[in-house]
């Protein structure tokens, strides 16, 4: 049996559950909630010494951390719905999708921690502004053409459905007014993708 160290909370663990949902997997992996919040929280730091989730610790006691890593390791494990392409073009276009989805949920989560673990009169606007400017950007570029999939979304797909889904958890959907495309991309993400749902965050 495989174990996840995880938060329900977390876009790049949902990105994990939303892949272990995806490939049938439920069965094989024990979710551990993680509060990462902890100081010294023993539970995750002996795992993965950058004290960071999700962490997946796989049948035979490998550690694996970064969403990215975990996902494709998962990918290996059923053979459909690929969410990886094996080589060429079609995998980098996918690794390209998930880098710049991450930078959404980079720049997205950075904005949250700012006004968390910092006291107002430190907030730095020149900073927020530049994390901001990243968002607008990627989402401006998206919208002009977001992206199609074939036969399944796959992992550069599932990353941008957590990008937004998480704009909507934190930032309170703001996104959502200019980008009407990528809204109805979303709708029709939800609707191909079950697990999109089942893993939306609740508080």
């Known amino acids: 049996m495989m174990k996840l160290l995880s938060s329900p909370l977390s876009p790049y663990g ?19 909630p993680i509060d990462t919040n902890i100081p010294d929280n023993k539970d995750i730091n002996t795992k993965n010494p950058l004290a960071k989730i999700p962490t997946l610790i796989t049948a035979d006691g490998m550690v694996l951390f970064d969403s990215k890593v975990i996902c494709e ?17 079609a995998r980098f276009k996918t690794l390209a ?9 980079d720049a997205a989560l950075l904005l949250v921690y700012e006004k968390r673990f910092r006291p107002e009169e430190k907030w730095h606007a020149p900073w927020t ?9 990627a989402l401006a570029q998206l919208e002009k ?18 990008a937004l889904g998480y704009l909507d958890f934190r930032h309170e959907g703001k996104w959502r007014a ?26």
């Not at 999708?97 to 949920?105: C, E, K, N, R, V």
């Open 14 to 32: 949902r990105k994990v559950a939303m892949t272990i949902g995806m490939k049938g997997l439920k069965s094989q992996i024990e979710f551990q």
């Open 73 to 89: 390791y998962l990918d290996t494990l059923a053979p459909s719905p690929v969410m990886f392409p094996a080589s060429g073009a």
């Open 97 to 105: 999708m998930g880098a710049l989805a991450d930078g959404i949920l």
């Open 129 to 137: 502004e530049r994390q901001q400017g990243k968002i607008d950007r």
């Open 145 to 162: 053409d977001p992206p199609a999939w074939g036969a399944s979304p796959d992992y550069g797909h599932m990353t941008l459905a957590c």
């Open 178 to 203: 200019g980008h009407p495309k990528l809204v109805a991309w979303l709708d029709r993400f939800a609707a191909a993708v079950p697990a999109f749902e089942e893993t939306r965050p609740k508080v």
